[in-house]
């Protein structure tokens, strides 16, 4: 990985501090509950970007959100969402508001943004939720086509600190593999940055998995 890391870096040409991401082909059906691969993971070192959270809660724990770093908080929001305001990345939402963004899901589902008790972005403790977010916590899930992406950091991050939110990142794709998946799990691991080829990753590093 170390190897892939470092071609990946002398391979970013673009004049702007370019993404680096990990993509992953699973052999899975994603369309069967039983083999559907989600998750998040701490990234040891962040992603690199500024994260935009929403909270959506009332009372003290909107003054707790606020006090934790969230970019915007409170119920009036969902009704700006209704207008087709979408400027934020994560959306934490308290479990009793739930009901109340729940009909959002129409167009906070396909974008990834529905809040998921899974995800850890449906609970009471909002504060360790934001700060979890902030410092780099990611959400990943298999697409239609068995494929997941994730950012790992910025090119200008160190050969090591990209290797470590990757190692981080592929324990937590191996650990969660469905039970019903048949066969070869990690099909290909490829990582790129936003403008850069794309450089393979041995599957057997991570053979545990495969």
């Known amino acids: 990985p170390g190897e892939a890391v470092k071609l990946v870096k002398e391979l970013a040409t673009a004049d702007f501090d370019e993404t680096v ?3 992953t082909r699973l ?4 369309r069967r509950a039983d083999e559907l ?40 929001f969902l009704e ?12 934490v939402a308290t479990p009793d508001l739930m009901g ?11 974008r990834g943004l529905m809040p998921t008790p899974k995800a850890g972005t449906v ?35 160190s050969e090591e600190q990209l290797s470590e939110n990757l190692g981080a990142f592929m324990d937590e794709i191996v650990r969660s593999r469905p039970s019903g998946a048949k066969g070869t799990y990690l099909k290909s691991v490829t990582v ?10 041995d ?5 545990k998995g495969a």
Not at 80 to 91: H, N, Q, R, T, Y
Request: with cysteine.
């Open 123 to 157: 609970t009471f403790d909002v504060s360790r939720a934001v700060q979890e977010i902030k410092a780099g916590k990611i959400e990943f899930r298999v697409d239609k086509t068995g494929n997941v992406h994730a950012p790992i950091g910025k090119v200008s991050f």
């Open 37 to 76: 691969v989600r998750g998040t993971v701490a990234l040891p070192h962040g992603t690199g970007k500024s994260v935009r959270v929403l909270v959506i809660a009332q009372g003290e724990k909107e003054a707790e959100a606020n006090e934790a770093g969230a970019d915007y908080v409170g119920v009036e």
């Open 21 to 23: 991401e990990v993509a």
């Open 100 to 110: 109340k963004v729940g009909p959002l899901g129409r167009v906070l589902g396909p």
């Open 192 to 201: 790129s940055s936003t403008m850069g080829p794309g450089v393979g990753i």
């Open 27 to 30: 052999g899975v059906d994603p």
């Open 80 to 91: 700006k969402i209704e207008g087709g305001w979408l400027d934020f990345d994560v959306c």
């Open 203 to 207: 599957t057997n590093l991570y053979g």
